[in-house]
């Protein structure tokens, strides 16, 4: 298929995603509206009422759409091509993927079973008006949550991965000797420094960086004063591809909750904050089996951070209306992951009673809450903090819980990360291997969670400043391996597994930045 061709399909498919959007008909009656004033003529009606759309800043709020829809939107293929190819083009990986969702369902179901709890009921008159007038201290309901356990953990996923193969692949052909020392054994193309270099070419070492204390040829206060201006000026704008490029050297604290919403393109209109208050409204009305889930996980994470304890309320509201969103549901139709389905109640088997369960069709494992707690520090209204989480999920935090041969998917980023320390640090990565201490035993769950948790707040943010403004995980993976390049005198000199994780127990001391710059810039290729 030709460039043309495929830009035509690309432009087709966003119209069409577009036209069933608020901003779509706020367009059309603005237009229509705008067909009134008496400087739009007849004869130029065309180039007219463009030039009032363009004044009036509604064409900035329409590239700033078709910007978001670019990027989370797999690039369009031939309309011939199956669907599930577009949403993961390997077979082997699709398998695996199916796999893994039947087994965590089967987990789900058995939980319901074995504890004789519903899926989903519909809460009582009583709970209902117990719920709703708690809600903003819905964190003090101490409900007995022993009997529950998380779906599954991070290194129940990594096993799976572990184990994963391409079945038309022979390992023994012309294959470094070093990716068999890893864990992951899939034949996948990542980058390596040349290439990551020159695609993360602003953060060198002598370009000035939020996050560094001393700035190479600029004294810092000087550049964090221009840089604030420059920030400044891109929020008036409103214009989520400068924002997106003004990311990649950091966001000033004061304007980061701004950048990233203009990023993501993420409103916080009147019909957002109705949307809102609908899926409240839906948790008071009914209880999910997946609720119990999000408050267990909570009260084994984010309840016991030192940074995020005091968001525990927001994160229920958060979570408990993100797992209603039906809307979450558009993500699948490029997530490798299908969407869960149950049967009502006596219906088993019939297809026509199939539900998709829970609604978002996400089902939360221990460490999720951790994706929504950073956000808190940014915003303090529930509805902005929801709207912003769930654009950062299905641009992003999906594709670090699917099996999929994505460059930003959990796999990738393994693989990367194996890939890195072999070939900078193989010395370290032997000898970790030999005391069986595999780097990414260790790692996966820092990357699984983005680091959430286990870097202090200010350079999380800093990290994910860069996944924003990158839009990709890969500076995850770079991240990791800088970790342990950093740790790599300590990490020598240990002999155990248990021992190498007491070296890499504490992150919190870390900063961010110079450790990705210099494990990326300083050291020879």
Same mark, same amino acid.
């Given at each position: 298929?030709?460039?043309?061709?495929?830009?035509?399909?690309?432009?087709?498919?966003?119209?069409?995603?577009?036209?069933?959007?608020?901003?779509?008909?706020? &367009?059309?009656?603005?237009?229509? $509206?705008?067909?009134?004033?008496?400087? #739009?003529?007849? %004869?130029?009606?065309?180039?007219?009422? @463009?030039?009032? &759309?363009?004044?009036?800043?509604? $064409?900035?709020?329409?590239?700033?759409? #078709?910007?978001? %829809?670019?990027?989370?939107?797999?690039? @369009?293929?031939?309309?011939?091509?199956?669907?599930?190819?577009?949403?993961?083009p390997l077979a082997y990986m699709r398998k695996a993927q199916a796999s893994w969702e039947k087994r965590i369902l089967k987990s789900l179901n058995s939980m319901s079973a074995e504890l004789e709890v519903p899926l989903a009921r519909m809460r009582s008159a009583a709970e209902q008006k117990e719920l709703s007038d708690k809600w903003n201290e819905i964190g003090t309901d101490e409900a007995d949550l022993t009997r529950f356990r998380p779906i599954y953990a991070p290194k129940d996923f990594l096993e799976v991965l572990i184990s994963l193969r391409n079945p038309n692949h022979d390992s023994s052909e012309g294959v470094n000797a070093r990716s068999q020392w890893g864990l992951i054994q899939v034949p996948l193309n990542v980058r390596g420094i040349p290439e990551l270099r020159r695609a993360f070419s602003e953060l060198k070492l002598t370009t000035g960086q939020l996050g560094i204390e001393d700035h190479a040829h600029i004294h810092p206060?000087?550049?964090?004063?221009?840089?604030?201006?420059?920030?400044?000026?891109?929020?008036?704008?409103?214009?989520?591809?400068?924002?997106?490029q003004y990311s990649r050297q950091g966001c000033p604290t004061g304007l980061r909750a701004d950048l990233w919403t203009l990023i993501l393109n993420s409103t916080n209109q009147p019909q957002d904050v109705m949307r809102y208050e609908q899926l409240k409204a839906g948790v008071i009305k009914h209880d999910l089996l997946v609720d119990n889930l999000i408050y267990k996980d909570v009260k084994l994470t984010a309840s016991n951070d030192d940074y995020y304890f005091v968001f525990e309320d927001f994160l229920y509201q958060v979570l408990l209306c993100f797992s209603r969103d039906t809307t979450v549901l558009d993500h699948f139709k490029y997530n490798s992951a299908s969407p869960p389905t149950s049967y009502i109640q006596g219906k088993v088997g019939l297809e026509e009673f199939a539900v998709v369960y829970p609604p978002n069709g996400v089902i939360p494992f221990h460490g999720f809450s951790m994706y929504v707690a950073p956000l808190c520090f940014l915003y303090n209204e529930p509805c902005r903090l929801y709207s912003v989480f769930r654009e950062m999920y299905i641009r992003?935090?999906?594709r670090l819980h699917s099996i999929s041969s994505s460059t930003s998917g959990v796999i990738s980023l393994c693989l990367q990360f194996e890939r890195l320390l072999q070939t900078h640090l193989p010395q370290l990565f032997y000898h970790l291997r030999q005391i069986g201490a595999q780097p990414l035993r260790i790692a996966f769950k820092w990357m699984v969670r983005a680091f959430s948790g286990y870097l202090s707040t200010d350079q999380l943010l800093l990290l994910w400043d860069r996944i924003l403004g990158y839009d990709s995980l890969e500076v995850v993976a770079v991240l990791a391996a800088a970790v342990f390049a950093f740790r790599a005198e300590n990490l020598m000199e240990v002999t155990s597994l248990s021992s190498a994780e007491a070296v890499l127990a504490d992150l919190s001391t870390l900063k961010v930045m110079p450790l990705i710059q210099i494990f990326l810039f300083a050291a020879p290729i």
């Open positions: 298929m030709d460039q043309s061709s495929d830009l035509s399909l690309t432009i087709c498919h966003i119209v069409q995603r577009l036209k069933g959007t608020n901003l779509f008909s706020e &367009l059309e009656r603005k237009a229509a $509206e705008c067909l009134h004033c008496p400087e #739009v003529k007849l %004869e130029s009606l065309k180039e007219d009422v @463009r030039a009032f &759309l363009r004044a009036s800043g509604w $064409e900035k709020k329409l590239q700033n759409a #078709v910007y978001r %829809e670019l990027h989370i939107q797999l690039p @369009r293929s031939h309309p011939a091509v199956p669907a599930e190819h577009l949403k993961e206060d000087l550049f964090e004063s221009d840089y604030v201006q420059i920030g400044k000026k891109v929020v008036l704008e409103q214009d989520s591809a400068a924002a997106q992003y935090f999906f």
